[in-house]
């Protein structure tokens, strides 16, 4: 490996020698403050090395990753998320937070965090069969250790364990599809594998490629895992499911989309649309009847997926850049989002408690004695929804544009009446919390830094949502390429 590809690798080694710091730490004295201040500085130093050296084309490292714009797009998606939790999760922790010892894992968690965060960049970044898979598990398993972080809460581990059984199974079914595309090209780069004209048994393996994926991503009928693992997993490492995940997943999906032949373009655009209008009505629907906000974000979170695959279905009609535009916006605005929701869940709850506060009776009124942390889950919930001067409302006028220039009118009708549900939902969960307060709500003390954080990603949610130009201009320049 030459020193320049060492150089576009900074922020995965910048990662990686932060897991070596933490577990050193770990190791040497434990402390969750030090751990979470080393974890913080971590992923703000790799997130400073990814803009410094933000690709303007594609640069091949080695032949396992590549480095393009929209890759690092995505990177910079999960590291905005990962900063997220690692900020929330000293709160959310409690007594740990105050450097208190009674927690044995305390400093697991943000080791964990990172493990996760480097294999959702390396996912971003892959090229080559083996990066892919080795990726992919890396994520998965730090995921799934988050998930039944709280070993007392039997509701969390019941999710881990379905987790963990679907998740092998959907991975299995991703290693036949690669295995099936190995058979009939004899290649293991992506670039290679998906040839013109596609066999029978290519077409085969593609679609299980895919269908691995899709269960990933909680697209129907591969979706049915999601609410159980969101409302019993910590409500952190749920805000790490429902973003890095997706991102990282959705990353492969769509470079996967952009590589069919021309031959099974037209297949795979009907199989792909059926996908996409179930995620948004069923989504949507089954989201309409939860009393559980972690349950309703995991439905939102199946029709917002449906959302995004149409921006993948049109990527094979039209213009790829305008496409990949398209979908950076929207994933943007749902991490935003939900990051937003999330982080006032998890300032209202506590890792101890054995269940987080996600209780629409229990958030009743959180605006008479939370001013600021009801009018953030507000602009979460609000940009959800697409409401204007919020940057969901830019997202969501971004795809049905291009689902209108491609004549995809069943996509355009989904989404329509997808998003006319989705309101409905929305604006109840933002009725209640203003609603006359019944009980006494209590949030996290101190947390001053991750309250500046959690400002900033709401004024940027807002600035992009009036000013769109100013993130639209940059993602055209960079994503001409890729």
């Given at each position: 490996?030459?020193?320049?590809?060492?150089?576009?690798?900074?922020?995965?080694?910048?990662?990686?020698?932060?897991?070596?710091?933490?577990?050193?730490?770990?190791?040497?004295?434990?402390?969750?403050?030090?751990?979470?201040?080393?974890?913080?500085?971590?992923?703000?130093?790799?997130?400073?090395?990814?803009?410094?050296q933000?690709?303007?084309?594609?640069?091949?490292?080695?032949?396992?990753f590549?480095?393009?714009?929209?890759?690092?797009?995505?990177?910079?998606?999960?590291?905005?998320?990962?900063?997220?939790?690692?900020?929330?999760?000293?709160?959310?922790?409690?007594?740990?937070?105050?450097?208190?010892?009674?927690?044995?894992?305390?400093?697991?968690?943000?080791?964990?965090?990172?493990?996760?965060?480097?294999?959702?960049?390396?996912?971003?970044?892959?090229?080559h069969?083996?990066?892919?898979?080795?990726?992919?598990?890396?994520?998965?398993?730090?995921?799934?250790?988050?998930?039944?972080?709280?070993?007392?809460?039997?509701v969390?581990?019941?999710?881990?364990?379905?987790?963990?059984?679907?998740?092998?199974?959907?991975?299995?079914?991703?290693?036949?599809?690669?295995?099936?595309?190995?058979?009939?090209?004899?290649q293991?780069?992506?670039?290679?594998?998906?040839?013109?004209?596609?066999?029978?048994?290519?077409?085969?393996?593609?679609?299980?490629?895919?269908?691995?994926?899709?269960?990933?991503?909680?697209?129907?009928?591969?979706?049915?895992?999601?609410?159980?693992?969101?409302?019993?997993?910590?409500?952190?490492?749920?805000?790490?499911?429902?973003?890095?995940?997706?991102?990282?997943?959705?990353?492969?999906?769509?470079?996967?989309?952009?590589?069919?032949?021309?031959?099974?373009?037209?297949?795979?655009?009907?199989?792909?649309?059926?996908?996409?209008?179930?995620?948004?009505?069923?989504?949507?629907?089954?989201?309409?009847?939860?009393?559980?906000?972690?349950?309703?974000?995991?439905?939102?979170?199946?029709?917002?997926?449906?959302?995004?695959?149409?921006?993948?279905?049109?990527?094979?009609?039209?213009?790829?850049?305008?496409?990949?535009?398209?979908?950076?916006?929207?994933?943007?605005?749902?991490?935003?989002?939900?990051?937003?929701?999330?982080?006032v869940?998890?300032?209202?709850?506590?890792?101890?408690?054995?269940?987080?506060?996600?209780?629409?009776?229990?958030?009743?009124?959180?605006?008479?004695?939370?001013?600021?942390?009801?009018?953030?889950?507000?602009?979460?919930?609000?940009?959800?929804?697409?409401?204007?001067?919020?940057?969901?409302?830019?997202?969501?006028?971004?795809?049905?544009?291009?689902?209108?220039k491609?004549?995809?009118?069943?996509?355009?009708?989904?989404?329509?009446?997808?998003?006319?549900?989705?309101?409905?939902?929305?604006?109840?969960?933002i009725?209640?919390?203003?609603?006359?307060?019944?009980?006494?709500?209590?949030?996290?003390?101190?947390?001053?830094f991750?309250?500046?954080?959690?400002?900033?990603?709401?004024a940027?949610?807002?600035?992009?949502?009036?000013?769109?130009?100013?993130?639209?201009?940059?993602?055209?320049?960079?994503?001409?390429?890729?």
């Open positions: 490996m030459s020193l320049q590809e060492l150089w576009l690798l900074l922020p995965v080694l910048i990662i990686s020698a932060g897991i070596l710091l933490v577990m050193l730490q770990a190791s040497w004295k434990r402390h969750s403050v030090i751990a979470q201040g080393l974890t913080v500085l971590t992923l703000v130093l790799a997130l400073a090395a990814l803009i410094w933000y690709p303007n084309d594609i640069k091949t490292i080695t032949l396992l590549e480095y393009e714009p929209i890759g690092g797009f995505f990177s910079l998606l999960i590291l905005m998320a990962c900063i997220s939790v690692a900020l929330l999760q000293g709160p959310y922790m409690g007594s740990s937070y105050q450097g208190n010892s009674s927690k044995e894992v305390a400093e697991e968690f943000y080791i964990l965090l990172l493990l996760s965060c480097l294999g959702g960049m390396l996912l971003v970044m892959s090229r069969v083996g990066s892919v898979i080795l990726s992919i598990e890396l994520m998965s398993l730090a995921m799934l250790a988050m998930l039944a972080y709280n070993r007392e809460r039997k969390a581990l019941e999710g881990a364990m379905k987790y963990l059984l679907l998740s092998g199974a959907a991975t299995s079914v991703l290693l036949m599809g690669f295995a099936l595309l190995y058979a009939t090209s004899g293991l780069l992506l670039v290679d594998m998906l040839q013109s004209p596609m066999g029978l048994l290519a077409k085969s393996g593609f679609v299980l490629l895919l269908a691995g994926l899709a269960f990933k991503l909680s697209l129907v009928p591969l979706h049915f895992w999601t609410p159980d693992v969101y409302q019993g997993a910590p409500v952190n490492s749920t805000l790490l499911l429902t973003t890095l995940s997706k991102a990282a997943v959705f990353a492969l999906f769509i470079k996967l989309i952009l590589l069919v032949p021309e031959d099974f373009e037209a297949d795979m655009v009907r199989m792909l649309s059926w996908m996409a209008i179930a995620s948004m009505l069923l989504g949507n629907w089954l989201a309409l009847q939860q009393q559980s906000l972690k349950r309703l974000m995991a439905y939102s979170a199946i029709a917002h997926m449906g959302y995004v695959l149409v921006a993948g279905i049109i990527a094979m009609g039209i213009d790829h850049s305008l496409v990949l535009e398209g979908v950076s916006y929207y994933l943007l605005a749902y991490l935003v989002a939900s990051i937003l929701i999330f982080a869940l998890s300032l209202l709850s506590k890792l101890d408690d054995q269940q987080d506060l996600d209780q629409l009776p229990q958030l009743q009124g959180l605006f008479w004695q939370h001013p600021w942390l009801a009018s953030i889950m507000t602009l979460g919930f609000l940009s959800l929804a697409g409401m204007p001067i919020t940057i969901g409302f830019i997202g969501k006028f971004y795809l049905l544009t291009l689902a209108v491609l004549s995809a009118w069943w996509l355009v009708a989904a989404m329509l009446v997808g998003s006319a549900v989705g309101l409905y939902y929305y604006l109840r969960v009725f209640t919390l203003f609603a006359p307060s019944k009980n006494e709500i209590h949030q996290a003390s101190g947390a001053y991750t309250k500046i954080w959690i400002g900033i990603i709401a940027g949610l807002l600035l992009l949502g009036i000013l769109p130009g100013l993130l639209g201009d940059q993602l055209r320049s960079i994503l001409v390429v890729g």
